[in-house]
């Protein structure tokens, strides 16, 4: 006859182990002998071997006591679900492992490959990090409102990186971002100057307003915003593109032609 601490290490399990199943009713727990003590019988060795390798297994404790009592294809049908549900939860973690190595890498969280090639260019034409996380976070929110979007996006968007005006006025934005500047320093009017032209091309070129195809002004509104958060000058970049004749640098929008709203798709 062994004792609570004899059988635990028999078993390879701990006493509070033991103690547990006891409670939970997995194990039953014998009468005290005269000396005050409980001692288990061989009985006692294999119905706890059986509950440690079970829940080893990746059996939930609440299951294992009907499986103990399940004749074999019931015990075979309990097995074929554990073993679902434990695939379910290996694919589960895996997505989550890479989530978490997403976050090590810092701008592939919540982005898509093409996104991430784009940032990485920013960085070789001279883009400062700071401007690059500002850039990461535009499309994090750009992304999230119009995933199917991004594919057709993206290429153009990484061909104006072979344009030399595009990169000064990155390489702009960067040195303003870095040695800082008051209202009047001619680089924001210069920045300025660059993006009223190009808006001012893109409209002679036919391109339209994106808004015309998603028929959703907040994405806009949230690029201006998330820019004044990051830096509060960025307003007056605003108030530069407003005196050129745009509502904003996100939109191919002039402020002497209005536009109603439509607010987000399907509203």
């Known amino acids: 006859m062994l004792t609570i601490g004899q059988l635990a ?3 390879g399990v701990t006493v509070r182990a033991v103690r547990h ?11 005290r002998d005269a000396s005050g003590y409980r001692r288990y019988g061989a ?28 004749d074999a294809p019931a015990f075979a049908g309990a097995i074929e679900r554990i073993d679902r549900h434990l695939r379910d939860e290996i694919e589960r973690l895996e997505t989550s492992r890479k989530q978490i190595a997403q976050l090590a890498a810092g701008d592939s969280l919540a ?4 996104v991430i090639a784009y940032l990485d260019r920013l960085r070789a034409i001279g883009a400062s990090e700071r401007l690059v996380a ?13 995933p199917e979007y991004i594919g057709a996006i993206m290429p153009a968007k990484m061909a104006q990186l072979d344009n030399p005006r595009v990169v000064r006025l990155y390489r702009l934005f960067s040195d303003l971002f870095e040695t800082g500047g008051d209202r009047g320093d001619p680089r924001l009017a210069e920045a300025a100057d660059i993006m009223a032209a190009m808006l001012e091309e893109a409209r002679s070129a036919g391109e339209g307003d994106p808004r015309d195809t998603t ?20 307003e007056w970049m605003l108030d530069l593109m407003r005196e050129r004749g745009w509502a904003s640098w996100t939109r191919l929008e002039r402020l002497d032609e209005p536009r109603t709203s439509t607010g987000p798709a399907g509203s």
């Open 21 to 31: 199943y006891h409670q939970i009713g997995l194990l039953p727990e014998p009468e």
């Open 111 to 114: 982005l898509p490959p093409s």
């Open 134 to 146: 500002g850039e990461r976070d535009g499309w994090i929110l750009v992304s999230a409102r119009w």
């Open 215 to 234: 028929h959703d002004d907040l994405p806009f509104h949230l690029l201006d915003a998330l820019a004044v958060e990051s830096d509060p000058r960025a």
């Open 43 to 70: 009985k006692a060795v294999v119905a706890l071997v059986r509950v440690r390798t079970l829940a080893n297994a990746g059996v939930p404790l609440a299951r294992i006591g009907e499986m103990l009592d399940a």
């Open 9 to 11: 290490a028999y078993a």
